[in-house]
Structure formats: C-alpha cells, structure tokens
C-alpha cells in the first residue's frame, strides 16, 4: 500500500478541509496512475515546529510531500 506524507511547518497551516481535499486528489491520481482501489492509498499529514523546517539556508515553511509505494503493479 502506498504511503504520502504531507508536512507542514506550524499547527493549522493547512485546515482540515484542505487536508481533506489534498488526499482526496493524491489518493485520485494515484488510483488513476496505478490501476489500483483508492482504498490501497493512505495519505498522514504530520505538522513541526516552526524552527525545524529551513529552506535556502532560513526559516521555511513549504509543504513537503513525500510518497513510498512497492513494485510489481503494471504499466
């Protein structure tokens, strides 16, 4: 089963309707992409600090994510 990790910086930078909309279209391209139920597709948000996230060096806030999925789907 395919893992997304979605990370912000700072509780409540994405609410909870944005996070909903965000799996929701992660969990679609991936069903589209790789044939396979949306059930398969599992999609965490996790929050840090704002003082552990640096971008060029400074105090960054991106959304960063991140996916893991197996072999052995076809084309």
Not at 20 to 38: C, F, N, Q, S, Y
């Amino acid at each position: 089963m395919p893992i997304y990790t979605c990370t912000t910086t700072a509780q409540g930078t994405l609410r909870a309707g944005a996070k909903g909309d965000l799996a929701a279209e992660i969990t679609r391209l991936h069903a589209e992409i790789k044939h396979v139920p949306p059930a398969y597709v599992n999609v965490v948000f996790s929050e840090l600090p704002q003082d552990s996230v640096y971008v060029g060096g400074a105090p960054g806030s991106p959304l960063l994510i991140g996916g893991w999925a197996h072999r052995g789907h076809p084309q």
